[in-house]
């Protein structure tokens, strides 16, 4: 398969994992080139133990990783109110989307701040909607072992967003 049938047949679903990986369409398109180019680069390491589709998400989570280290979070122009409008009601909607950009924000970091595998089952299997048993043979792993993993990091998971709602 060339890299030119993956693009077509995975670009769209990579980039809807990326989507639901950053919360940014931006970032998202820009994470899809970049992962694109890196499994181009590196197709030759592509072993066939998972699908393709598993391989290219991983790579884009480890692009996204390495974006998110390079950057801070940033309150853009397009974010803020503009415009003629009703101040009162767009306060109280305005706070009600930066409590769930900040729960999300905290899920994410929550997320990151696992230790390998936990991280990486957690991610592909929530962002990416790719089955424990693939995320096990993409590792070399059994079923059970992915199994495992999804439940102990769900556990710790729940530590973490428990620790940060406590006063």
């Avoid at 998400?57 to 974010?79: A, D, H, M, P, Y």
């Avoid at 936990?118 to 059994?142: F, T």
């Amino acid at each position: 398969m060339t890299i030119e049938d993956l693009y077509r047949e995975y670009s769209l679903p990579v980039f809807r994992f990326l989507r639901r990986l950053t919360g940014s369409e931006e970032t998202a398109l820009e994470l899809l080139q970049e992962t694109f180019y890196q499994a181009l680069i590196h197709a030759d390491r592509f072993e066939g133990r998972s699908s393709p589709y598993t391989w290219l998400c991983t790579i884009g989570k480890n692009s996204w990783f390495v974006l998110s280290k390079r950057q801070k979070r940033e309150i853009s122009l397009e974010e803020l109110p503009q415009g003629n409008f009703d101040h009162k009601k767009a306060e109280s909607s305005a706070e009600e989307a930066a409590v769930r950009k900040e729960e999300a924000y905290r899920i994410r970091q929550s997320i990151n701040s696992l230790p390998e595998p936990y991280r990486e089952v957690v991610l592909l299997h929530i962002y990416g909607d790719i089955s424990l048993q693939e995320i096990a043979a993409g590792r070399g792993k059994s079923e059970s072992w992915a199994r495992v993993a999804w439940y102990r990091a769900k556990k710790m998971l729940r530590e973490k967003l428990d620790d940060i709602k406590r006063p």
